[in-house]
């Protein structure tokens, strides 16, 4: 207790360079453990893309290829569901509810994409959130579209104002004789929605009367007035959104769309997919870590550096001590606790930088980036990481410890005035 407090009131002497020392120890540490609820709001905020959706069934191709394309609208199918497909799906027993999806056009860069109402309903994100307005409302009319909030607000749009859609990605042709208006737009969600133009299936439709085999037909389109009037039924969709009946009734169903006779269809379970997807992209998170982790031992390494710059400012002292009758282990032993308490000051205050941070930066992380950071206590991973920092620092202590015995060695008994 008193070797305690003699390295307390030689940390008090020297408040300046100690207080900076843990400044350094605690942003070091708040980057750290920030970056790990970085980590973990951005891999939940991924796997939580699509909620409350069983299976998501598509042409026969691969399980990430299918989640690529229709939920987070990147690349293309190799092949479309026939509408009498969709129904007799959607009719089955253990299906609980269906909504199709139709891909292709674009509009700026931005993926059209045809759905009914449903969507809006069923779509569920980070757990059992779901869509909302931010403007406007759904679509009320066969020309009308919602357009997601990066569409919004990359393209400077609001609700009433007019848009054309292209066909197909990259496209210079567009459906000019058939533009739409926007009825609503969507609140920021963090997701594939956010740089979505969502319209009706029947609009997909409309828009392509006058198209066939991707190119348009020779001569006048058809009027507004003469399409509406039209039946406007799809032929074929990109994927479906299905929920089952019960839990123990989904990997039948997925078993029996997977065998599906009248054509080759896959039907895959989202979580999976995205775990699968995750193993491939999240790749970059290992390299965070790296760099926050590398950070931690700079600051570790600056604490030890500052240690050891003293040792010659400090051989009075160290004189006196041993003059007193203390050894040389007692020196030793005053540097590892004048370390340890820096390094558990820090860490502390650097738990305290990271809560304030994230209680600040959590409702502009979520309306802006669709990023949310539960602001929850530290998990077993993280406390870890304070007791590794409090460890470290005695660790890296350990050279200014043996240049301080070294020193009071070569010092001996003499009280250098």
């Not at 407090?5 to 843990?22: D, N």
């Not at 569920?124 to 679509?139: P, Q, T």
């Not at 009367?209 to 003469?226: E, F, I, L, R």
């Not at 604490?303 to 051989?315: C, D, G, K």
């Amino acid at each position: 207790m008193t070797l305690t407090r003699l390295a307390l009131a030689s940390l008090k002497s020297r408040w300046l360079t100690v207080g900076l020392t843990i400044f350094a120890v605690a942003m070091s540490v708040a980057l750290y453990l920030g970056v790990e609820k970085l980590r973990t709001g951005a891999r939940d905020s991924f796997t939580d893309t699509i909620s409350g959706t069983d299976l998501i069934v598509g042409a026969r191709s691969g399980s990430v290829q299918l989640l690529l394309y229709s939920v987070f609208r990147i690349g293309n199918a190799t092949n479309n569901i026939t509408w009498d497909s969709y129904r007799d799906i959607a009719n089955r027993p253990e299906v609980s509810w269906a909504v199709p999806m139709s891909l292709g056009d674009s509009h700026r860069q931005f993926r059209v994409m045809g759905t009914t109402e449903a969507y809006f309903d069923r779509y569920k994100y980070r757990g059992d959130r779901s869509l909302e307005f931010a403007g406007g409302d759904r679509m009320n009319d066969l020309f009308d579209a919602v357009v997601g909030a990066d569409v919004a607000a990359q393209l400077g749009y609001s609700v009433g104002d007019p848009i054309v859609v292209a066909h197909g990605l990259a496209s210079f042709s567009e459906h000019a004789d058939t533009p739409f208006r926007i009825s609503g737009i969507l609140a920021k969600t963090g997701t594939p929605v956010d740089r979505t133009v969502i319209v009706s299936l029947t609009a997909i439709e409309a828009i392509h009367v006058d198209w066939k085999s991707g190119a348009q037909k020779p001569g006048a389109p058809t009027s507004v007035d003469v399409i509406r009037s039209m039946n406007l039924q799809p032929k074929a969709i990109t994927a479906i959104m299905l929920g089952a009946e019960s839990r123990l009734k989904i990997f039948s169903l997925q078993r029996a769309i997977n065998e599906y006779p009248q054509e080759p269809l896959l039907a895959v379970l989202p979580g999976v997919a995205l775990q699968e997807l995750w193993s491939i992209v999240g790749i970059a998170e290992v390299a965070l870590i790296g760099v926050s982790a590398m950070v931690v031992v700079t600051a570790l390494l600056g604490m030890a550096a500052m240690l050891l710059a003293s040792l010659n400012a400090r051989r009075r002292e160290m004189a006196i001590l041993r003059a007193i009758g203390a050894g040389p282990m007692t020196v030793v032993g005053l540097l590892l606790i004048e370390a340890l308490l820096m390094a558990a000051v820090g860490a502390a205050l650097g738990v305290g930088f990271l809560y304030l941070g994230l209680i600040v930066a959590q409702p502009i992380l979520d309306a802006r980036f669709g990023l949310f950071v539960p602001i929850s206590g530290l998990s077993g991973r993280e406390a870890a990481t304070l007791i590794a920092v409090v460890c470290a620092a005695a660790a890296v202590s350990l050279l200014p410890a043996i240049r301080a015995y070294r020193i009071s060695l070569a010092d001996g008994m003499m009280v250098k005035m």
